[in-house]
Structures are given as structure tokens and as C-alpha cells.
């Protein structure tokens, strides 16, 4: 096997086992923090998960370009198993925790470290050829959210199995082992001589250098804003699917349905329409993507049974599997070689951003419009993003 297929293997699993550990505590976050921290206030528990939930992110935000210079300077793969090695130690330690603000100063230490997919991303972009790099990063992108899918489903069963505490432990060893992997089987071809020869430029330049280059601030403006309108109205779907009727002893059965099929078709159609890019152009996969996208999320505001929103979740997860990965692929095209870990490091930052933003002005905006309202909102950002996106890139392709 050619070693960039050896090393998008290898790196699909450790995606997958990354992101299912990620998202194993998701289901239990609010019951941990009564059961075990001692919380016992509904409002004060929910105030604790959201700072905890964010923390993650806010963080990730800050430090993610720092690790992208870095990794242009030593290397890939130190960078992808200093990400994996620290979570899995700062995973585990979750499960010592005696308070919430244990919890939250280890979710902040979680998101300064954290950069294992970006890291993939980078060291599986540097080794593919160019005319296979759809196919690479739609796969790649398969594998993080085949563990998104489950992760809360594994979660949620072994906390009923063994207790919250243990999950932090398995999810740490899970970690663990994606890095042990990573170690062993990743090869990267990088030369660090001429790595070290190369002038240093400091965060602030190297992103201004990236910025001249006219396709990057339009690509990591669109990451921003695809993250912005996906995840909006994502935190309010089980209060919209309780109003479908749904019987409340299957409430909770039916809300992880919803969400899961999303990521389930998201899985599915990434590396097919990855590997389509590679034929027709990135550029008019990004565009059937962003207004398809668009297009789905119209009828959600209008359903009547579970049944229909099922539906149309899962042609929306179709979409968004040439979202993320496309935006990938076109960052490596445009990004000269030596600076892609920088690209990708903001890139991530873009992401945290909009991960951070999206439900919290989703939940602000859920008054006024309602959630059907945010569904609607959202397909008018995404369209807004596509036509935005087509006639920019337009104007900066090269004559």
C-alpha cells in the first residue's frame, strides 16, 4: 500500500477513536455535575455546563495557530502526538475531579493542547498527490464523524453500565491508543533542516502573509460561517422534536436519532464527494454544497412528524459532507508549501469560532424567531455564504 493510503488508515482511526472520546461525555456533562460534583440548583448546573461546554472551544481558538507554526517549523507528527498524548492524560484526569471548576480549568488545559485533526488533516494533505486530495480529506473527515456519531450512543451506555468517573479513564485510554498507533505507523517526509533555516515569522505576520494570498481570509471566513449556521439551531432540536408529538418516554431516543443521521449521511457522502471534487473542481463542490445545504434546511421549519424531520436532516448531512473537507482540500491548493500546518491551525481557530458562536447567538435569536425561525436563518447564511463565495473566488482566480 503507498504510504499516504498507510497514513490516512491509520489516521482515519485515530480520528475516529478522538472524536468518539471527545463526545462520550456530552450526554452525561449535567448529570456528572450532580451526581457527582455536588450541584444540586438546575440554573447553577446549567450555567457550569455551558462555561464547561465552551471552554473547550474558547481556548482551542486561541492556541490552535500557535501549534499550526509549530508544526511548520518540527513537524506534523510531533504536534499530532503532543496533542494526542496531552488529551489523553488531561481526559483521564477529568475523572478525579471533585468540583466544577476542576472540571472547567481541565476542559481549558483540553483545548490548549488539543490538535490531533488539524494536525491529520495537515500531515495527510502534505503526503497525498494533489489530484486525490478531495478523496483524502473527505475520508478523513468520515472517520472523525463516524466517532461523533458514536461517541454519546458509547457514552451514554457505559455510563448506566459502569458510573460517569470510569468513562473519563476508558475515554483517556481510547486516546491513548490513537496516539500509541499514530507513533508507530504514521510516516511523515519532512525536513527539518530546511524547517529550521527557514526565517521565523511570528503568528501575527504569518497570518497576514496567508491573508494576501485572496482565496484564504474567503475560505476561513466560510469555515466560520458554516460552523456559524449548522450549529445554531443544533442545542434546540430536542425542544423541536418534543413539539413533533413525540411520546415522552421516547423523547430522548428520538432527539440522538435526529442528531445522528445528520452525521451518519455527513459520513457516508464526504469521501464520495471528495473523490467527485477531485474530478469536476473542489471549487463547484464547496457551491453545490453551501446552497444544497441552504436548500435543506427550508423544509425542516415545516415538518409535522419526526418522521419527515428525519428526512430532511439526513439530505442536509449529504450536503455537509462536502463542506468542511472541500474548505480543506482548497486551503491545501492555495496554501504555498511549508505554511499548510499554519493555514490549518487558523483554519481551526475559524472552526472553534464559529462552534463557539453558533449556539450561543442561536439561543439569543431563538426568542424573537422562534426555532423554526433559526432553521430558516440558517439557509439564508448559507446561501448568503455561497453566492458570496462563488462571485469572491471569482474575483480572485487568477487571469
Known amino acids: 500500500m503507498q504510504r499516504w493510503k498507510i497514513n490516512l488508515t491509520v489516521l482515519w482511526f485515530g480520528n475516529f477513536l478522538v472524536m468518539a472520546g471527545m463526545t462520550m461525555i456530552t450526554p452525561f456533562l449535567s448529570l456528572y455535575l450532580k451526581q457527582d460534583l455536588g450541584l444540586t440548583n438546575e440554573h447553577e448546573i446549567g450555567v457550569w455546563a455551558g462555561l464547561i461546554f465552551a471552554a473547550n472551544f474558547v481556548t482551542s481558538f486561541l492556541f490552535q495557530p500557535i501549534w499550526g507554526k509549530l508544526s511548520d517549523r518540527y513537524g506534523r507528527k510531533i504536534m499530532l502526538l503532543r496533542s494526542g498524548f496531552g488529551m489523553a492524560i488531561v481526559m483521564a484526569a477529568m475523572g478525579f475531579a471533585q ?67 470510569p468513562i473519563f479513564y476508558i475515554t ?93 449521511s455527513n459520513m457516508i457522502c464526504s469521501p464520495l464527494l471528495g473523490r467527485l471534487g477531485d474530478k469536476i473542481g473542489a471549487t463547484r463542490i464547496l457551491l453545490i454544497s453551501l446552497l444544497g445545504s441552504a436548500v435543506m434546511f427550508v423544509p425542516q421549519a415545516f415538518v409535522g412528524t419526526v418522521g419527515e424531520l428525519l428526512v430532511w436532516r439526513f439530505m442536509l448531512g449529504c450536503f455537509m459532507g462536502g463542506l468542511i473537507p472541500t474548505v480543506n482540500a482548497l486551503l491545501r491548493k492555495y496554501t504555498p508549501d511549508g505554511k499548510e500546518s499554519r493555514a490549518f491551525g487558523f483554519n481551526g481557530s475559524a472552526l472553534s469560532l464559529g462552534n463557539m458562536l453558533g449556539p450561543v447567538i442561536g439561543g439569543a435569536l431563538s426568542g424573537p424567531f422562534g426555532i423554526q425561525g433559526l432553521f430558516i436563518l440558517s439557509a439564508a447564511l448559507l446561501f448568503a455564504t455561497g453566492v458570496w463565495y462563488y462571485f469572491t473566488m471569482a474575483k480572485a482566480r487568477p487571469s
Open 99 to 165: 468540583t466544577p471548576l476542576h472540571m472547567l480549568l481541565l476542559r481549558m488545559a483540553n483545548g490548549i493542547i488539543s490538535g490531533f485533526s488539524p494536525a491529520a488533516v495537515s500531515l495527510v494533505s502534505a503526503g497525498t498527490p494533489k489530484e486525490r486530495m478531495g478523496f483524502a480529506m473527505g475520508t478523513l473527515q468520515s472517520g472523525g464523524t463516524a466517532g461523533v456519531i458514536l461517541g454519546p450512543f458509547l457514552g451514554g451506555l457505559m455510563a448506566d453500565s459502569f458510573g460517569f468517573r
Open 172 to 264: 483517556g485510554s481510547l486516546l491513548f491508543i490513537a496516539s500509541v498507533l499514530s507513533w508507530i505507523m504514521v510516516r511523515e517526509n519532512f525536513d527539518r533542516s530546511a524547517a529550521a533555516k527557514a526565517p521565523e515569522v511570528s503568528i501575527v505576520k504569518g497570518l497576514r502573509e496567508l491573508l494576501d494570498i485572496p482565496q484564504i481570509p474567503v475560505l476561513l471566513t466560510v469555515t466560520l460561517l458554516i460552523q456559524f449556521a449548522m450549529l445554531s439551531p443544533m442545542a434546540l432540536i430536542p425542544l423541536y422534536v418534543e413539539k413533533l408529538n413525540v411520546p415522552p418516554e421516547t423523547l430522548g431516543f428520538w432527539s440522538g436519532f435526529v442528531g445522528s443521521v445528520t452525521a451518519m
